[in-house]
């Protein structure tokens, strides 16, 4: 693995079922984030986690959760997905919490219907 | 509110000169990002800019001025591959990234 890898590279989701996109990296980056990214619009931050153990709300972090259990993967979940949850998912990681720049996996293409 | 601007879609021709331009307006200030984002791809790290003052890398460039909430990426002698989004975003006094919603620069023979 180099960088950022992302699973699955996309996905069709029935409205109502629980979803987990997968994001690992191997940089050993200390801080990790979950964007969305839709036409039109910016990307909006959805969780993010500054070290492993801990956990932040973005922008928009409604309908979503996520964990931290270790400094190499965090997994974004969608307890019960809404079609308002299509969007392309970018994960992200960044050496120093919010002070270095940050590196994308390549992302999650979702649709809900 | 936190607000950042660009234009949405701006159209050049190969071998010449464009600029994009940024305006922003965030709580607080820590650093101003530009991305480069190819279709169907991941956005990729061009720029940072803390202090006033021009930025070169290659054919990039990239202009801040702090006073004036605004910033614009330089690209010179541009190539077909340069067809892709450009994404601006300032780091705010969370150290959280604020993104612009993007220019799309096609670029034409």
């Known amino acids: 693995i180099a960088g950022i890898t992302q699973a699955p590279t996309s996905q069709i989701l029935a409205a109502g079922r629980r979803m987990t996109l997968r994001c690992t990296q191997d940089m050993r980056h200390n801080a990790m984030y979950w964007y969305r990214q839709d036409l039109g619009l910016g990307l909006r931050l959805i969780h993010y986690?500054?070290?492993?153990?801990?956990?932040g709300k973005g922008e928009v972090p409604d309908g979503y959760s996520v964990s931290r259990a270790n400094t190499d993967d965090f997994p974004l979940t969608l307890a019960s997905a809404v079609p308002s949850q299509t969007s392309v998912y970018f994960c992200?990681?960044?050496?120093?919490?919010?002070?270095?720049?940050?590196?994308f996996g390549p992302g999650t293409r979702l649709t809900v219907l | 509110g936190q607000n950042i601007d660009q234009p949405t879609e701006m159209t050049a021709t190969e071998g010449a000169i464009v600029q994009i331009n940024c305006t922003y307006q965030t709580s607080g200030f820590n650093g101003l990002f530009w991305y480069q984002q190819h279709a169907g791809e991941a956005p990729t790290f061009l720029s940072y800019?803390?202090l006033d003052g021009l930025e070169e890398k290659g054919r990039f460039s990239s202009f801040l001025s702090r006073s004036k909430g605004y910033s614009y990426l330089l690209l010179k002698e541009l190539q077909m591959k340069d067809s892709a989004s450009y994404l601006c975003?300032?780091?705010?006094?969370?150290?959280?990234?604020?993104w612009g919603a993007g220019t799309k620069l096609i670029i034409k023979p």
């Open positions: 992200a990681s960044s050496d120093a919490g919010g002070a270095d720049t940050q590196y």
């Open positions: 986690s500054n070290t492993a153990g801990t956990t």
């Open positions: 800019n803390v």
């Open positions: 975003a300032v780091r705010d006094s969370n150290y959280q990234l604020i």
